[in-house]
């Protein structure tokens, strides 16, 4: 049974949910709000996102705001007065539990469930009430979610005639959280600091450096001046923007000028490669995989026999001075034991014939031994391999599983190195790890000689994924201990323990780099720009404060449209990175895809990069944007809270306006 989270007057006698403010709780008067379905910590965090970021009317439906995941910490967003939240109870999200929510009205609706069979049930009950509603689904089945969103989208298509395919194809949107948090996670054990996103088919990066080597590998632009301090702001991501001890978000330009060489920054870089060299021929005649079924010994062995029966043959063609052929037919005849006995035959013969059956004693065992080894090589590959000995150099992956897997697919697809441990062998990884024949170690990480098995001492870093953040924490300091300069990237679900825990181990271990990372954190900005349907490309996070890429079309945006590049650049909220040049009905519907064919290297394609400052957005673009929370929630509004609607409002100006309305990329 659906109830909605009463009002706080008239009071209400025994326990009561927290207060609401004095908002209507009537769907009538809640047109056009959102609603978010779960008490996971991904619900909790996306309605925090909407409600404080983007200033929505949220309704949340979950089973009790007095228990569950998250229950509690939603109770907190309900009764905080400056946050206009409602939550409904059901055990379910039903049609009774959707209609108390409002959704004939709503304008999105975000299922984060974490199970995709719930979310699918739920996502068609809503698009039959409401054909017109946005759907954001959490699903990690990502081809399952491909057939999911082009069925839903031909359903609106259906019930909404002549709707624009581009309001089609932002009605549904299929997310995975493992997917958006996973390039982070694995940036940040590869190579310490950089994150990464794609953008066109282009891979792009941040990387900390210096104000004095910003420009070594030519930056598209900085994107954050980090503190004075050695503290990279591990803190929780929904620090007050306004804290000047963490880092500045996009600063202007001019922020930069006379700043020391060793301050450091975050520039975001194209990931780019010299066009590949022509590799070698492929052989023409196909290699047989002999070495994976037989053993050295075994095929030394029937290498031995083979080159017997040949001499054997040339011996009696020598002797009977017969053909070559008829030579080889009676030495294998011998060698099988299913010759007449030479009575009549010569001594030569008869001593030949002897030394063939000889020779045919030991064709037997090795025959067995060659069914033997094959057999055993089949088991073998339904089984997962160990560690080799003496590996080194490569990533420890702690946790096999939505967002373990994801990250391991990422691992291998950048060549890197991997040993896999694993408790559940029916984790959803383990299929993975079998598949790719990844060393998997299934086993309990906390007990004794686990991780030396895995060549911790020898690893390049330890990824803790697991789902517990006390496994995660215990691995990592015994990992320390062992290997103090390994670089360590946890997964913890709170922000206060995970700022409490990095000091800690800065303080510690100030050679080593130590990054904890909420993947909640790092997916619900995407969610929450789906909502507001406008195609979020990534999130990259600096410290734990998070920096969103988004595509957003300029045209009806007051703060965009008929304004240059530089008068609509804000510093501190966001800043214009590139244009999409292709024609409106040749865009792709999604530049955050990349697909084996797509990836480019190179800063060629459809998105123009180093826009000019005097560029004149118009009616028809759509530009790339790297923003802050709030910066992407005053953008998506399209409306100045500031009231400043004049060019150049926002203190920004281009550059002496040179180059107004010519094509985008500058000289």
């Known amino acids: 049974m659906a109830t909605s989270s009463p009002p706080p007057t008239p009071p209400v006698p025994g326990p009561a949910v927290p207060p609401q403010g004095g908002r209507r709780s009537e769907p009538a008067g809640l047109a056009g709000h959102m609603v978010v379905c779960g008490d996971n910590s991904l619900s909790q965090r ?93 699903m990690f089945n990502r081809t399952l979610g491909s057939y999911l969103e082009d069925l839903l989208d031909r359903t609106i298509a259906a019930r909404v005639p002549g709707l624009d395919q581009r309001a089609v194809d932002a009605s549904t949107t299929v997310l995975s959280d493992a997917d958006t948090a996973a390039p982070s996670m694995v940036a940040a054990a590869v190579v310490g600091t950089s994150k990464v996103i794609h953008a066109g088919g282009l891979l792009l990066r941040a990387k900390e450096r210096t104000v004095g080597t910003a420009d070594r590998r030519d930056p598209l632009c900085t994107l954050a001046l980090l503190p004075d301090s050695p503290d990279s ?175 391991l697919d990422q691992l291998l697809e950048l060549g890197i190195p991997v040993v896999c441990i694993e408790r559940d062998d029916e984790a959803r990884g383990i299929a993975t790890a079998r598949a790719r024949r990844v060393p998997t170690l299934v086993a309990d990480v906390t007990e004794g000689g686990v991780l030396e098995e895995a060549g911790i001492a020898r690893s390049r870093a330890l990824l803790a994924l697991t789902s517990d953040s006390g496994t995660n924490l215990e691995a990592t300091l015994y990992a320390r201990q062992v290997n103090p300069g390994l670089r360590v990237v946890m997964r913890l679900f709170d922000d206060e323990f995970a700022a409490t825990v990095y000091r800690t181990l800065r303080d510690t271990y100030p050679g080593a780099q130590t990054r904890s990372r909420s993947v909640s954190a790092l997916a619900a900005p995407a969610f929450a720009g789906a909502m507001m349907g406008r195609q979020v490309l990534g999130a990259i996070p600096v410290g734990r404060r998070v920096l969103v890429f988004a595509a957003v079309s300029v045209t009806g945006n007051r703060l965009l449209e008929g304004r240059t590049v530089g008068e609509a650049s804000r510093p501190g909220s966001w800043r214009i990175l590139a244009l999409d040049t292709a024609p409106p009905d040749r865009r792709r519907a999604d530049l955050g895809s990349l697909t084996s064919g797509a990836r480019t290297y190179t800063l060629t394609g459809d998105l123009a990069w180093r826009l000019h400052d005097g560029y004149l957005m118009t009616p028809g673009d759509r530009v790339v944007v790297a923003a802050t929370r709030e910066g992407l929630g005053v953008l998506l509004s399209g409306e100045d809270p500031r009231g400043a609607d004049g060019a150049g409002a926002d203190g920004v100006h281009g550059a002496g306006g040179a180059g107004a309305g010519s094509p985008a990329p500058a000289p």
């Not at 996009?250 to 990931?271: K, M, Q």
């Not at 025959?367 to 150099?393: C, D, N, Q, W």
């Open 46 to 138: 996306l309605v925090r996102e909407l409600a404080s970021v983007y200033g929505q009317k949220v309704t949340v439906v979950l089973p009790s705001l007095r228990g569950g995941d998250q229950g509690p910490q939603i109770a907190a967003l309900v009764g905080d007065r400056c946050l206009d939240v409602r939550a409904v109870e059901a055990q379910a999200p039903d049609d009774e539990a959707l209609r108390e929510a409002g959704i004939e009205h709503a304008a999105a609706l975000a299922l984060t469930s974490g199970d995709d069979q719930l979310n699918i049930h739920t996502a068609l009950r809503a698009r039959r009430i409401n054909p017109e509603l946005r759907l954001v689904i959490r």
């Open 233 to 407: 702001d591990e803190g929780d991501v929904y620090t007050d923007p306004e804290d000047h001890d963490g880092p500045v978000l996009l600063p202007d330009p001019r922020e930069l000028e006379g700043l020391p060489d060793e301050r450091g920054t975050v520039v975001l870089e194209a990931i780019t490669r010299r066009p590949d060299r022509a590799g070698a021929p492929a052989p023409r005649v196909p290699r047989l995989p002999v070495g994976s079924f037989f053993s050295r010994k075994l095929r030394a062995a029937l290498l031995g026999l083979t080159a017997v029966v040949v001499l054997l043959a040339a011996a009696n063609w020598y002797v009977t001075r017969e053909t070559p052929l008829h030579a080889a037919y009676v030495t294998l005849l011998n060698v099988m034991s299913i010759n007449e006995p030479e009575l009549e035959g010569s001594t030569g013969e008869q001593v030949l014939q002897l030394l063939g059956g000889l020779a045919g004693t030991a064709l037997l065992p090795l025959m067995v031994a060659v069914v033997l080894e094959s057999y055993g090589t089949f088991r073998r590959a339904a089984t997962l391999p160990p560690p080799p000995h003496g590996i080194e150099k490569h990533v420890v992956l702690l946790g096999l599983g939505k967002v373990g897997t994801r990250v």
